[in-house]
């Protein structure tokens, strides 16, 4: 008897692994994530799984349940002693928490070809996870400018537009945008210094600071970016190219994740003649 047509299960968004920040509110630890982090992954049509510190033994688990990683920007910078170097500023804030494992979560996703978008401190963190080292302190490098945004400005006048990038020729992000230059905001006070290996710079500030690199051997996206794309990103339309091309590669990953678990296992089908 016929069941009649068949119904497939409707496709689930693709989930991105948001890690969070630890942050002491009064007298107990608490997990954080910026709220604009989020929206930005449920405009890119994901969903926003937020990751409280994690153990490296756990990395593959978290993993296996994800279809792309966005690594977000915070207050806090990534602990010097991952580049050898002792901490410039003690006054500026610090998570050796969130450096435990996600620096050991990063080149495990690149090497499963999982789309990777770094914004701020994550760009920061994928430089020193692959090797590169920062300037602790930007504004005190012969031939750099400042980059840091005034103490106590509003969000809507810290995060404006600040200075121009030059995208560099022939790259992905060229490609992505289809622009050479970009009016992008600036709210950092560290920086790239060593670039870490393999890893393609995609724009520059007047400067020469890296604003934007990529992995050249990655399979899948991976865009890591010093400015803040996430804030209002609905109203930039660089900002919303991004986060969509980010989407899409969250989906193809997922698709081919599926399109693999549907292989039939040739092991156990019987030759029809025995």
Not at 131 to 145: M, W
Request: hydrophobic share 40%.
């Amino acid at each position: 008897m016929s069941t009649g047509p068949s119904k497939s299960l409707p496709q689930r968004k693709p989930v991105v692994l948001v890690p969070a920040c630890n942050r002491q509110v009064g007298d107990h630890p608490f997990h954080i994530a910026g709220k604009k982090y989020i929206d930005a992954v449920r405009l890119a049509g994901c969903l926003p799984l937020v990751v409280p510190a994690s153990s490296p033994a756990e990395i593959d688990e978290l993993l296996a349940l994800a279809d792309g990683v966005l690594l977000t920007g915070s207050p806090s910078n990534v602990h010097p002693s991952h580049f050898d170097e002792a901490v410039h500023n003690p006054e500026l804030p610090l998570d050796p928490d969130r450096d435990a494992w996600t620096l050991p979560l990063i080149p495990k996703a690149l090497r499963l070809g999982m789309p990777l978008f770094a914004i701020c401190r994550g760009f920061q963190e994928a430089n020193v996870a692959l090797g590169g080292s920062l300037h602790q302190a930007v504004q005190e490098q012969p031939g750099l400018r400042d980059h840091r945004a005034p103490p106590g400005l509003p969000p809507e006048i810290a995060y404006a537009e600040q200075h121009e990038v030059q995208v560099l020729p022939g790259g992905r992000l060229e490609a992505l945008l289809g622009h050479r230059s970009i009016s992008v905001n600036s709210l950092h006070g560290q920086g790239v210094n060593e670039l870490a290996p393999g890893l393609r710079i995609e724009a520059v500030a007047p400067d020469g600071l890296v604003e934007a690199f990529s992995v050249a051997a990655a399979h899948g996206f991976s865009m890591c970016l010093q400015w803040h794309p996430e804030w209002q990103a609905e109203r930039n339309p660089v900002s919303m190219k991004l986060f969509e091309a980010f989407g899409q590669a969250c989906r193809s990953y997922a698709q081919t994740r599926r399109d693999q678990l549907r292989e039939p296992r040739h092991d156990y089908i019987r030759d029809p003649e025995t």
